[in-house]
């Protein structure tokens, strides 16, 4: 994306980069019904990891953008 000439091109990366990536949740429900009872602390642990990457990654990507530039960032 750093590489790009115009904004519509930018606009289509950023559409195809939000199909084809993302974050899905563990399937928590089941985790009583096939793992033992220390997997529910495992569970909350994942949920943390999980909730802090999709608050400190726009925060952490957006001071990077603002030191550097978007260009380099992205």
């Not at 949740?25 to 943390?48: I, K, N, Y």
Request: with cysteine; proline share 9%; aromatic share 12%.
């Amino acid at each position: 994306m750093g590489m790009i000439g115009n904004v519509y091109q930018l606009l289509i990366l950023r559409l195809l980069s939000g199909a084809f990536t993302g974050t899905f949740p563990p399937p928590f429900p089941l985790f009583p019904l096939f793992c033992p009872r220390e997997t529910g602390v495992r569970a909350g642990t994942d949920a943390s990891r999980l909730f802090s990457g999709d608050v400190l990654g726009p925060w952490i990507g957006g001071m990077i953008a603002d030191s550097v530039g978007y260009r380099l960032t992205l």
